[in-house]
């Protein structure tokens, strides 16, 4: 099996032009003058590379791999072992905690083994609870930190999934499904039956990483969609770096709720040099299904089960489709798998096209052979585009920045998009020689059409994998459904026209009518008056909050086979469902800040104060009874 990788080869690119990129990155302050980078990408065959890090005590567990300018990565085992797949020419990053990292090219070699060696990082000064700066060498505790820069190398909807790979003792679990959600876990599951989500912190103040899918989704089971996490609304081009706090000493000034630990996000807040800076970023990415994990299909035998249900000679319906008096031999439409009789390109035979007056096969017969447009050709190429600008300024009192970030996906299905569109505004101003306010707002929209519907049943996804017949021909279907805009499916119940489906609809009937959308306007904001009294005394006063809207709305078109409907309700074939859902946190923070040295050799530093925190959240989900009375 031959896999494929990207090389990256930057060109010179003015802004007028078209502007279509996998990584541009331009700054510059006060000219007017705009050069961007192009990315041409070649795909090269990619080989399995392994090895064993250690430092001078031996082998060194949980080190972090990852093929640098890339999300791809592992870490190693308990005995310092790892293993990855990369191309010759990637560059990999080992990191470690109190270790010098270290780069390796992959070369003709497979085997990769590393030497660490000890590092001043101890001496860096790191950002801890309720953004509090400390000097890395005088924590008690574990931590680590992640360069904004690192997160957006990799464009991606989440920028939760960009960590995979570059901090240790952090799992991340992502799923490809387009906005899915995604599972953080730090230093291990600490419970069975609660949650085990990480807390996440934007300058020093916690914000929402709601689920708010529901139980029958996390159950797997059908006809539930998958709406992401809340978290996923962070901008990474706003992220100057991330600190993990994994133990419980580097995250009890957060009380129970960041018992798993805390993802904590520093935000940028513009620059230090005076005069206006401008950051362009740009790119796109695309996708494409990996056809090694879908299903391999036999193209000897149609539609039916054999001796399975009917006798070992049951091949066929006798029905008279024609009207001519006659009977004719027809394929076994009402089945949904594909151990029926052999192809056979000489054979003519009445096939689900053959029912519907619309249709260009309409009683006719057509040859009995494997359809040329598989499953396989139902999925779309994935686009994302990513385009962002922001300005910066510095000047004697302070400095501000402003940024807009617009995220436009379409999907691997048919129907499918989410977009993002998301403006924040950061700055900080010395009010007098004592005095400093900082402040941080950001609004995010967020639009979501055609998610997937996830578990079991009533998945197009399943139904491809498991329940199918070969010799029907995906094009004729999307042919059919754009004609008429009628469920006409390869599945239906009798072979008169009009039929209803019995097991399956017309899989862009069910991409088209019976879609889902949602969307959520989201507003994160804080600001803070922090007084110096004293060279080694201040006071800190902060009002923050996380506020959001968010509607789901779920349907099922009239004529559609019945399927789960919504968090409550059983098998309907129609009807319409929405979700309601309003979230707001506000913190008030009131703090005394000590930080004096006693001696030339010692120092004390201390926080005082104290919180309150206000939390609302409402959520209605309502539906229609009995279907819908009209077609939608």
Do not use: C
């Not at 899915?180 to 949650?195: D, K, W």
């Not at 922001?390 to 379409?410: A, H």
């Amino acid at each position: 099996m031959t896999k494929i990788s990207f090389i990256n080869i930057n060109l010179g690119l003015l802004l007028n032009l078209i502007q279509i990129t996998n990584m541009m990155k331009t700054k510059f302050n006060g000219i007017l003058t705009l050069l961007l980078a192009f990315t041409v990408q070649f795909a090269f065959a990619q080989k399995t590379v392994s090895g064993t890090v250690s430092d001078d005590s031996g082998a060194l567990p949980g080190v972090s791999v990852l093929i640098k300018g890339t999300s791809t990565g592992a870490e190693t085992d308990f005995d310092g072992r790892y293993t990855l797949t990369a191309s010759e020419g990637d560059v990999l990053q080992f990191s470690y905690v109190g270790m010098e990292a270290v780069f390796k090219t992959v070369g003709s070699t497979n085997i990769i083994d590393v030497l660490m060696a000890g590092s001043n990082i101890l001496d860096e000064v790191v950002v801890t609870a309720l953004g509090i700066s400390r000097d890395k060498k005088s924590l008690g505790y574990a931590t680590q930190e992640v360069k904004g820069d690192d997160i957006t190398n990799s464009k991606s909807g989440n920028f939760i999934n960009a960590l995979s790979g570059k901090a240790s003792g952090i799992q991340i679990r992502k799923n490809n499904n387009m906005g899915g959600s995604t599972n953080v876990v730090i230093r291990g599951n600490a419970s069975l039956t609660g949650s085990n989500q990480a807390l996440f912190v934007i300058d020093g103040v916690p914000i929402s990483n709601m689920n708010s899918n529901s139980d029958g989704q996390a159950q797997a089971s059908g006809g539930y969609y998958d709406y992401g996490n809340t978290a996923s609304d962070i901008n990474p081009e706003d992220i100057e770096s991330i600190n993990i706090l994994k133990g419980a000493a580097a995250s009890a000034l957060y009380g129970s709720r960041a018992a798993n630990g805390v993802v904590m996000i520093t935000t940028k807040k513009g620059g230090n040099a005076k005069g206006v800076g401008i950051t362009v970023n740009s790119g796109v990415t695309l996708g494409k299904i990996d056809t090694s994990t879908f299903a391999k299909y036999q193209t000897q035998y149609g539609a039916g089960y054999g001796h399975y249900y009917d006798g070992p000679d049951a091949h066929w319906y006798i029905e008279d489709v024609t009207g001519d008096g006659n009977d004719d031999q027809v394929a076994l439409y009402t089945e949904d798998g594909s151990y029926g009789a052999a192809f056979d390109p000489n054979l003519m035979v009445y096939q689900w096209d053959s029912f519907d007056p619309d249709s260009p096969n309409y009683r006719t017969a057509t040859p009995w052979i494997n359809a040329e447009n598989g499953p396989i050709t139902f999925f779309e190429t994935p686009i994302t585009y990513t385009n962002s600008v922001s300005f910066d300024k510095g000047f004697d009192e302070g400095s501000y920045r402003l940024n807009y970030t617009n995220f436009d996906q379409s999907g691997l299905m048919p129907n499918s998009s989410l977009k993002k569109h998301n403006f924040s505004f950061s700055g900080t101003f010395d009010l007098n020689s004592k005095l400093t306010a900082t402040g941080y707002a950001n609004y995010v929209r967020t639009d979501g059409l055609g998610r997937n519907s996830t578990g079991y049943n009533d998945n197009i996804i399943g139904m491809f994998k498991q329940w199918w017949q070969t010799n029907v021909d995906l094009k004729q279907q999307k042919d059919i459904y754009f004609a008429t805009d009628r469920n006409v499916t390869w599945n239906p119940a009798t072979s008169a026209s009009g039929s209803a489906p019995i097991f399956w609809d017309n899989p862009y009937w069910t991409r088209y009518e019976n879609f889902q959308d949602d969307y959520r306007d989201r507003i994160i904001g804080n600001v803070s008056l922090n007084y110096k009294l004293n060279d080694w005394l201040s006071v800190m006063g902060r009002v923050a909050t996380d506020t959001y809207s968010e509607l789901q709305q779920e349907r099922r078109a009239n004529g559609s086979v019945p399927g789960n409907f919504g968090i409550s309700r059983g098998d309907v074939d129609s009807g319409y469902g929405r979700r309601d859902i309003q979230n707001k946190e506000t913190n008030y923070d009131l703090m005394l800040n000590y930080d004096k040295n006693l001696t030339d050799k010692i120092n004390l530093k201390g926080v005082l104060g104290t919180n309150i925190r206000r939390n609302h959240l409402q959520s209605v989900y309502a539906s229609t009874s009995g279907g819908l009375s009209v077609p939608q």
